[in-house]
């Protein structure tokens, strides 16, 4: 397991932080679980945590503002505007308050699943990720071959053990 920390304040200048080698098997099961502090700026997609693949991320753990909620999801494609499969946090993200995220993927059943603050909120079913072999990114992820929603807030404990948790038990922040 990885542990690595970036604070991405104000929004579009983050000094995102990353890896030079992919974390999470992205085709296989996998969790990836960090702390975010989301600050005032709501008006944009922001990535606590995401994988590079050639056009896209293989996933995402974001904040979503059409729904205002936290977000985790899959493209189906590695290409311009592909369809994705995804879960939303039950509730609104709030502001100014440090939430612990984590996304699952079992690969076995295809189903990703969304714990916020060790709670599953929900669950969406994928059993096609792409291939993700690019960085792990923190704070930013790549949209149409580009790097994008850059997070504005604060990013901690970012973790990626290998395989799906059953559970999404929150350590201490």
């Given at each position: 397991m990885v542990v690595l920390e970036a604070s991405c304040m104000p929004a579009h200048t983050c000094a995102a932080a990353g890896s030079t080698r992919p974390l999470a098997p992205v085709t296989g099961s996998y969790t990836v679980a960090a702390w975010a502090d989301l600050a005032g700026h709501t008006?944009?997609?922001?990535?606590?945590?995401?994988?590079?693949?050639?056009?896209?991320?293989?996933?995402?753990?974001?904040?979503?503002?059409?729904?205002?909620?936290?977000?985790?999801?899959?493209?189906?494609?590695?290409?311009?505007?592909?369809?994705?499969?995804?879960?939303?946090?039950?509730?609104?993200?709030?502001?100014?308050?440090?939430?612990?995220?984590?996304?699952?993927?079992?690969?076995?059943?295809?189903?990703?699943?969304?714990?916020?603050?060790?709670q599953a909120t929900g669950t969406a079913v994928n059993t096609s990720p792409i291939a993700s072999t690019g960085p792990l990114l923190i704070g930013r992820s790549k949209w149409a071959g580009n790097a994008t929603d850059f997070f504005d807030g604060q990013i901690a404990g970012v973790r990626t053990p290998h395989g799906s948790a059953t559970t999404a038990a929150c350590p201490p922040r």
């Open positions: 008006g944009n997609n922001q990535s606590i945590v995401a994988q590079a693949a050639g056009t896209d991320s293989g996933f995402y753990l974001k904040y979503t503002p059409g729904s205002g909620k936290w977000e985790f999801f899959q493209p189906h494609t590695d290409t311009d505007g592909p369809a994705t499969s995804g879960v939303d946090s039950a509730g609104p993200a709030v502001t100014g308050r440090w939430t612990f995220l984590t996304g699952t993927y079992d690969a076995g059943s295809g189903t990703l699943t969304l714990y916020v603050d060790g």
